[in-house]
């Protein structure tokens, strides 16, 4: 496991608990999750000690995934970028016609569209 990465149990009144703890250096924080019941009472959907390091594993890797995809902020679609471009094409063309002109223009020209 990670340096960073931490499984924990505890135990309770009906059986033990398996929970895992990350540190994450952006915030200066721990971040904890439950993952499972423990195997102390055998029964279905239990997870034992190499199954709770797998699902801490999986647990934390798919929380750092989601953090630096967050991070990175929305994902660029051709649809993004076209009303990104837009925007910014008709604010130039703004400045350089006037306040009052439309949002569509000719290219290289202060006409709109027609």
């Known amino acids: 496991m990670d340096t960073d990465i931490h499984l ?3 135990k309770g009144r009906q059986g033990g608990l398996w929970f895992v703890r ?3 250096h952006q915030n200066r924080c721990y971040q904890r999750l439950d993952l499972g019941v423990a195997d102390d009472v055998v029964t279905e959907g239990t997870l034992d000690y190499a199954e709770a390091v797998r699902a801490a594993k999986r647990a934390v ?3 750092r995934l989601r953090r630096a995809a967050d991070a990175s902020g929305p994902v660029l679609t051709v649809r993004l970028a ?3 471009y837009l ?3 008709n604010a130039r063309q703004s400045r ?3 306040a009052g002109a439309g ?3 000719l290219a290289g020209s202060c006409q709109p569209a027609r």
């Open 87 to 89: 925007a910014a094409r």
């Open 103 to 105: 949002p569509l223009f």
């Open 22 to 24: 990350w540190y994450t």
């Open 82 to 84: 076209l009303e990104t």
């Open 8 to 10: 924990g149990y505890r």
């Open 96 to 98: 350089l016609c006037g």
């Open 61 to 63: 890797t798919k929380a």
